[in-house]
């Protein structure tokens, strides 16, 4: 699970800068924060609502197909019996999601350490074996279940061909070869969709529980001093190399002839290099600002990412190897995999009881997200995108069922009376 990011690099600034006068004059100049945050606003809430969507309609359908055999992955301490009291289930849910929170961060400092040793092809590797896995076995468990909930007529030796075959082309896609932008982004929120279908198998209690226990998890990796995942970005971004994880690239539709990719950079000496840096500044801006515009060779961006390990590499680079930092990578905002899941968990747990609590729980979520790309906007730093859209969440799912619910129930009764 990473945190949301923009991938270049920014120290605080205004987060919706105003256009100059001469961007305003000039029609053909380069578009401007707001229309480029917006477009890559929509590039992330498309394949999320996708996610969600595909989650619910696989648990509707499936919500009687039995496949609880696989759903033990996450209940590492405890297992779910009708039989339990109160107590013993919301002991045995802490257990498991604190177990599996300590399992995670665990191979969370290991993916750290490997990757500060530079075992990147081991770690590529890895993940594409792990795709595989999930495409393969998670992927053909599920297009099982929905031929024989389905009455699907298909031989053994044709699923098991065109099995083989999403799944590889699936590995290739993500990581291999260069293949159209819409395909791998396809193929990772298929991903996402085949790991949370089967989080949704897990025992109500041990679900809610894992869900408050990420968010925390969350919260305090990405912004603790020493939190494994704000040194896992914090690693890339210093090397200017692309994160060794699953994650799900926003990247602008279209690209304007001379367009560039605003870099916003700390200017640290303007004595000796004033003449040379003075035509980077904006129009109308002073010359006493801490900031100014680098236009690079890639298309539009907006904000981005600093953190104090990165700024101590900064101190030691002079101000020519500055103006070089991220300009490697797309400049767009970028979102774990790991979110996309947990977000479709909790929209799949409300498909279990109806479709009211669905939508309260998707437009929660849907403005945690919102809230959340907001704040990065305005902090320019990673942030971690489950803490408020599960906590909306849930609110939203106990308000819906404890109050929403009931007032539906009794307009409806009230409307037949009558």
């Given at each position: ?69 696989l759903a033990s992955i ?184 001379g367009a560039g990719r ?157």
């Open positions: 699970n990473l945190p949301i990011y923009c991938s270049s690099l920014t120290p605080k600034a205004s987060p919706f800068p105003l256009p100059s006068p001469m961007a305003e004059a000039n029609p053909n100049s380069n578009p401007g924060v707001l229309e480029t945050l917006g477009e890559e606003i929509v590039r992330i809430v498309a394949p999320v609502s996708a996610c969600m969507l595909l989650v619910v309609l696989l648990v509707t359908a499936l919500s009687s197909s039995s496949g609880g055999g996450a209940a590492i301490a405890y297992s779910d019996d009708s039989s339990d009291s109160f107590w013993d289930k919301l002991k045995g849910a802490l257990l498991s999601s604190v177990s599996f929170v300590v399992l995670i961060t665990l191979l969370t400092f290991l993916l750290v350490l490997l990757f500060y040793l530079r075992c990147t092809r081991f770690l590529k590797s890895y993940m594409a074996f792990s795709s595989l896995v999930v495409l393969a076995f998670l992927g053909g468990e599920v297009f099982l279940l929905l031929i024989s909930r389905f009455y699907v007529p298909i031989d053994v030796v044709t699923f098991s061909l065109l099995l083989f075959n999403f799944a590889v082309v699936g590995v290739l896609a993500i990581f291999l070869a260069k293949v159209p932008i819409m395909v791998n982004q396809g193929y990772l929120v298929i991903i996402g969709v085949l790991v949370a279908y089967w989080f949704t198998l897990l025992p109500e209690w041990t679900t809610w529980a894992l869900l408050i226990a990420m968010s925390l998890y969350d919260l305090a990796a990405v912004l603790l001093p020493g939190g494994p995942l704000r040194l896992l970005v914090e690693l890339a971004i210093s090397r200017d190399e692309e994160l060794p994880a699953l994650v799900y690239e926003a990247r602008p539709v279209e690209h304007l002839p605003r870099l916003w950079r700390e200017r640290r000496d303007l004595t000796s290099n004033s003449s040379s840096n003075s035509n980077n500044l904006e129009a109308g801006d002073p010359a006493s600002q801490d900031t100014s515009l680098v236009i690079a060779e890639e298309g539009p961006s907006v904000s981005a990412l600093t953190a104090p390990f990165l700024q101590q590499q900064l101190e030691r680079r002079g101000e020519v190897d500055l103006e070089g930092i991220g300009l490697g990578s797309s400049g767009a905002i970028k979102l774990g995999l790991g979110d996309f899941i947990f977000y479709s968990v909790l929209v799949g747990r409300a498909a279990l009881y109806d479709f009211m609590t669905v939508y309260a729980c998707y437009l929660a979520i849907m403005a945690g997200l919102g809230i959340t790309l907001f704040l990065l906007a305005f902090y320019r730093k990673a942030l971690p995108a489950l803490p408020v859209s599960i906590a909306l969440g849930i609110i939203f799912y106990l308000l819906t069922r404890a109050s929403l619910e009931v007032f539906m129930v009794q307009c409806s009764t009230n409307l037949l009376m009558f």
